[in-house]
T-cell receptor, first 114, second 110 residues
């Protein structure tokens, strides 16, 4: 079955540690996205990539980094510079021609930093 | 600034009690409006895309409509399994990014 996988579902880290969240898709989509979701707030875009080896900052990129070495993979690293890293992180993908539209989401990773 | 506002924030219905959710937007040059459903602890699930005023889309008990300023998600005779948060989003004017509303949390009681 085609889809987007994120791992792990739950992640716990100590403050000051970097952590990498995995996102893989087998939909053959060109565009991939990372969002953060906090209670009472809409989805906020962290980074997005429309093609391999290229990515752009979203609205809240500070304290995060990404790579796009393969079409199917778009890992997100939450660095120790991110002041409030505890959140629900969502990865999404879309066909490039509809990069603004029908995005398909993964199941999410809930990160807790203490 | 591009903005999407959803109302109400939360809605409680009895099973079979029809209602509507609202999504109003301000964006220069609408290039589509998207509805998603999100269950607790899960990623959003795509429901509909609407591109022009007057357009309607239906899926089971849900019908989405679009005007020049807002979209409605009508829920007819809802069931408890329709309980979820419903999100709408529009492409930001001149950008490759989606602007999401904060969502409406729908609870349908049996």
């Amino acid at each position: 079955d085609g889809g987007i996988t994120q791992s792990p579902k739950y992640l716990f880290r100590k403050e000051g540690q970097n952590v990498t969240l995995s996102c893989e898709q087998n939909l053959n989509h060109d565009a991939m996205y990372w969002y953060r979701q906090d209670p009472g707030q809409g989805l906020r875009l962290i980074y997005y990539s429309q093609i391999v080896n290229d990515f752009q900052k979203g609205d809240i990129a500070e304290g995060y980094s990404v790579s796009r070495e393969k079409k199917e993979s778009f890992p997100l690293t939450v660095t120790s510079a991110q002041k409030n890293p505890t959140a629900f992180y969502l990865c999404a993908s879309s066909i490039r021609e509809m990069a603004m539209g029908e995005q398909y989401f993964g199941p999410g990773t809930r990160l807790t930093v203490t | 600034e591009d903005q999407v506002t959803q109302s109400p924030e939360a809605l409680r219905l009895q099973e079979g009690e029809s209602s509507s959710l609202n999504c109003s937007y301000t964006v220069s040059g609408l290039r589509g409006l998207f509805w998603y459903r999100q269950d607790p602890g899960k990623g959003p699930e795509f429901l509909f895309t609407l591109y022009s005023a007057g357009e309607e889309k239906e899926k089971e008990r849900l019908k989405a409509t679009l005007t020049k300023k807002e979209s409605f998600l009508h829920i007819t005779a809802p069931k408890p399994e329709d309980s979820a948060t419903y999100l709408c989003a529009v492409p930001g004017g001149g950008s490759e990014k989606l602007v999401f509303g904060k969502g409406t949390k729908l609870t349908v009681n049996p």
